[in-house]
């Protein structure tokens, strides 16, 4: 079974704070991904990465950055927590092909006060 | 850019069928999606459509039609346990990363 698995199940941090989410799978996956979900908003992008080294902007990427050194971790960075960062954080990864499946984590809930 | 349009509740009995409708807007397209979210989870894949026509996998039907940018989830035989929320998703580009629509409330009662 595809696994994901992500750093914290919860987080607390302050304003100003930069922040640090980790999130590792191990089937061997060329794609993995960030989202922010919020209630009524469901899952937005946040930024993904198609290979090592490289990555792309999603919807919402103000405020985030991401690193992706080894194929299976890619990390979400927060370089200075604000209150509406608050929300739960879900990574998932993806083969890249066939019919689009993503394996998620199993989030981190964030709350920046 | 993309957009996805479901229902934001449905409720059903135990035993009914329910169908949960997604329409879409999208600049690139490779298939439809559904994931199932149960409260304090993780979503899961339940079905995808790449071509018109009915996917079925179990009591789970997925339907598919691009011409109308139009799709659908078919959960039949509710059961207690399907209270979940439903997720339609549209992937494309590079790495096929999907967008989401904001997700149906699905209450199923005793």
Known sequence: DVKVTQSSRY?????????????????????MFWYRQDPGLGLRLIYFSYDVKMKEKGDIPEGYSV???????FSLILES??????????CASS??????????????????T | GQS?????????????????????????????????QHDGGAPTFLSYNALDGLEETGRFSSFLSR???????????????DSASYFCAVGSGSARQLTFGSGTQLTVLP
Request: hydrophobic share 30%.
């Open chain 2, 67 to 81: 011409s109308d940018s139009y799709g659908y989830l078919l959960l039949q035989e509710l059961q207690m346990k």
């Open chain 1, 11 to 31: 987080l607390v941090k302050r304003t100003g704070e930069k922040v640090f989410l980790e999130c590792v799978q191990d089937m061997d996956h060329e794609n």
């Open chain 1, 67 to 73: 690193s992706r050194e080894k194929k299976e971790r």
């Open chain 1, 81 to 90: 927590a604000s209150t509406n960062q608050t929300s739960m954080y879900l």
């Open chain 2, 4 to 36: 996805l349009e479901q229902p934001s509740e449905v409720t059903a009995v135990e035993g009914a069928i329910v169908q949960i409708n997604c329409t879409y807007q999208t600049s690139g397209f490779y298939g439809l999606s559904w994931y199932q």
């Open chain 1, 95 to 112: 083969l890249g092909q066939g019919r689009d499946e993503q394996y998620f984590g199993p989030g981190t809930r964030l709350t920046v």
